[in-house]
Each structure stands twice: as structure tokens, then as C-alpha cells.
């Protein structure tokens, strides 16, 4: 199996941006899809972006479509998430999370339901 473990929430004001990281350990981390996934107290666990093993398909939810950008590098076994023009709505813990499973489209793994393996997640909280 693998270990993930996330980095780099905070508090950030309206407007800023953050950038998580997700670092990997345990087993070949290009045979995972990976995803950032969110969950804002009192509601569902939701995904905000999904990215392909190698990379090449990536997928966002709409309310965050345009702001974040998730990224991978195979060579240093980390996932990351670039957000920008972060709004109030976005406070969330935040987790990364790794499928095993191939498939080839990459709606496949934007259902929180796909995914095997789950960091410990990291706070973030954008005050208005």
C-alpha cells in the first residue's frame, strides 16, 4: 500500500492563494491516480481535482474549475494542489488520496468512492 501525507494549509485571507502538497511513500507511486478531495464541517467529503498516473488526464470540480491546479511529479513521488482566489467557501480539510485501480477514462476517479488510500489531511481556512 502507500503513505500519503499532506502539507501546506493555513490561514489565508480572500483572494490568496495556497499550494498542498501530498507526499508519497510505500509503493511505485506512478501506479496510483491520484486526487485532492475536501470536507467542510458538517458536510460530504467532496473531490476537488483528480489527476491520471501519468499525468496526461485531469479533472476539477466546477467550484473550483479556473482557480486550482493539480500537478504530479513521478520523480519525487508527490502530488500537488495550486490554489488561487481562494474564497471563504474553500475552508475545508483537505486530503489527498491515491486509487489503484486503472481505468481509462479519467471520470473514473472523480468519485470520492474510487479511491483506496487517504492521507491524515491538512486544514485550510480562507477568512473573508
Known amino acids: 500500500q502507500v503513505q500519503l501525507v499532506e502539507s501546506g494549509g493555513g490561514l489565508v485571507q480572500a483572494g490568496g492563494s495556497l499550494r498542498l502538497s501530498c507526499a508519497a511513500s510505500g509503493r511505485t507511486f506512478s501506479h496510483y491516480a491520484m486526487g485532492w478531495c475536501r470536507q467542510a464541517p458538517g458536510k460530504e467529503r467532496e473531490l476537488g481535482a483528480a489527476?491520471?498516473?501519468?499525468?496526461?488526464?485531469?479533472s476539477y470540480a466546477d467550484s473550483v474549475k479556473g482557480r486550482f491546479t493539480i500537478s504530479r511529479d513521478n520523480a519525487n513521488n508527490t502530488v500537488y494542489l495550486q490554489m488561487n482566489s481562494l474564497k471563504p467557501e474553500d475552508t475545508a480539510v483537505y486530503y489527498c488520496a491515491a486509487c489503484r485501480t486503472y481505468y481509462s477514462t479519467i471520470s473514473y476517479y472523480t468519485e470520492v468512492r474510487r479511491y483506496d488510500y487517504w492521507g491524515q489531511g491538512t486544514q485550510v481556512t480562507v477568512s473573508s
Open positions: 489527476i491520471t498516473r501519468s499525468g496526461g488526464r485531469i
